[in-house]
C-alpha cells in the first residue's frame, strides 16, 4: 500500500477556505478507500477460502492413501488385479483433465496452448516419466507386504531426499546448507520411527520394505524432475494438456502390465473382479490426488504441501491406532516429529536459494 503526504504550501492562506476543502477531500476520498478496501477484503478472503480447501482436500486425500490400500485387502491379499486398478487411475485422471479442458474451451476457446493436438517431438517425451510412474505405483502395492500404514508414510518422505539430489544433477540447482541439513535429519527421522525396542530386531520393516521405499523413492523422484523439466520446456502450454498426454501414457503401460501380468486372471474372473466400495474409493483417491496436487502448486504454493504431507503423515498414524490397531510408540512419534522438522528446514532453504 503506498501512501502520500500532502504538504500545506499556502500557509497563510485562508483556514476556513482550507478545512472546507478537507472536508470535501475527505467526502470524496474516504468512500473511495472503503470501496477498494471491501475490494481488496473480499479478494482475499476468496483466495484464502480457496487455498483452505485445496490444501485441506490434499491432506486428506495423502493421509488416506495408505489406509485406503492397506484396507481393500481381504485376508492379508489383493483379491482385485492391481494391473487394473492402476489403469483406473489413470484413465480418472485422464477423464478429469479432459473435463477441464472441455471447460477451459467452453470459455475462453481453443488457443495453440490449450489444443490437444502436438508433434511428436513434443509428445514423445512423456512416455518415460509415464514408465517410471508405473512401476513406482505397482510397487506401492506390494511395500504393505513388509509395512504398515503409518511406516510408509514416514518412508515416503525419502523421495525428498531423491528429488534434491535429482536437481543438483539433472537441473543443475544447488541445495542450501539448510536443505543438506533436512536431508540429514529426514533420514535419522526416518530410522527412528523405525526404530521397534520390543523385537530383537532393530528396525520394524525388514530390508525389503527399506529397498522398495529407495526405489519408489529414486523413481519418484527421477520422474518428478523430468516432468518439471518437460513442463518448464513450454511454460505456456496448458498443463491439462501436458497431464492428459502423460496419462495417455500411463494407459498404455498399464494396459501391456495388464496383459503381461494379469491376463489370464483378467480374461477368466472379469476386469473388476474383487473390486469393492474401498477398492473404488481407493482408485478415487489415488485419481484426485494427482489433481491436488497440481492445484496447490497452483493456487498455493510449495510451504503448503509440506505442511499437508507433515499433516497426514501424523493423521495416517492416529487413524491407523483405530482402524487397525496400529502402536503409537515413542519412537514412532519421535520420528515423525523429526521428519515434520526436516520437512519445514527443508520449505524454508528453498525459500532463501
Known amino acids: 500500500m503506498e501512501y502520500r503526504k500532502i504538504k500545506d504550501e499556502d500557509k497563510d492562506g485562508d483556514v476556513i477556505g482550507d478545512d472546507i476543502e478537507s472536508l470535501h477531500g475527505k467526502a470524496h476520498s474516504v468512500p473511495l478507500n472503503n470501496v477498494a478496501s471491501l475490494g481488496g477484503s473480499s479478494s482475499d478472503r476468496s483466495k484464502w477460502k480457496r487455498k483452505s480447501i485445496v490444501t485441506l482436500s490434499l491432506t ?18 489383493y483379491e482385485y488385479s492391481v494391473t487394473t486398478a492402476n489403469f483406473m487411475v489413470e484413465a480418472l485422471k485422464c477423464a478429469l483433465s479432459l473435463a477441464a ?26 512416455p518415460i516419466p509415464a514408465a517410471l510412474y508405473l512401476v513406482k505405483n505397482l510397487l506401492q502395492y506390494y511395500i504393505f507386504a513388509y509395512v504398515d500404514a503409518p511406516g510408509y508414510q514416514i518412508l515416503k518422505n525419502l523421495n525428498i531426499i531423491s528429488t534434491g539430489v535429482l536437481y543438483r544433477i539433472i537441473l543443475k540447482k544447488k541445495l542450501s546448507e539448510i536443505q543438506w541439513a ?21 528396525l520394524q520393516t525388514p530390508i ?21 523439466a518437460i513442463i518448464k520446456k513450454r511454460p505456456s502450454r496448458n498443463i491439462n494438456v501436458q497431464n492428459f498426454w502423460l496419462y495417455v501414457f500411463g494407459m498404455a503401460f498399464n494396459a501391456v502390465a495388464i496383459l503381461i501380468q494379469d491376463f489370464d486372471a483378467v480374461m477368466n474372473k472379469g476386469f473388476f473382479h474383487g473390486y469393492s466400495l474401498i477398492t473404488t474409493l481407493m482408485i478415487l483417491n489415488h485419481a484426485l490426488s494427482g489433481i491436488a496436487v497440481s492445484m496447490v502448486m497452483k493456487y498455493a504454493d510449495n510451504i503448503v504441501k509440506v505442511y499437508s504431507t507433515s499433516v497426514a503423515m501424523l493423521l ?3 487413524v491407523s491406532v483405530f482402524l487397525f490397531g496400529f502402536h503409537l510408540s515413542l519412537a514412532f512419534f519421535l520420528g515423525s516429529t523429526v521428519v515434520s522438522v526436516s520437512i519445514y528446514l527443508h520449505s524454508i532453504g528453498k525459500l532463501q536459494r
Open 101 to 126: 479442458l472441455g471447460r477451459i474451451w467452453r470459455n475462453e476457446g481453443v488457443t495453440e496452448d490449450n489444443r490437444l493436438s502436438t508433434t511428436f517431438d513434443e509428445v514423445s517425451v512423456y
Open 208 to 228: 525389503q520394505g527399506w529397498m522398495m521405499a529407495i526405489i519408489m523413492a529414486l523413481l519418484s523422484g527421477f520422474a518428478g524432475v523430468y516432468t518439471e
Open 316 to 318: 495416517t498414524a492416529v
Open 60 to 77: 486428506i486425500l495423502t493421509s488416506s492413501q495408505a489406509i485406503l490400500i492397506v484396507w481393500s485387502k481381504r485376508a492379508g491379499k
Open 182 to 202: 533436512a536431508f540429514i535429519l529426514l533420514c535419522a527421522g526416518c530410522t527412528t520411527a523405525q526404530l521397534n525396542p520390543s523385537s530383537d530386531h532393530v
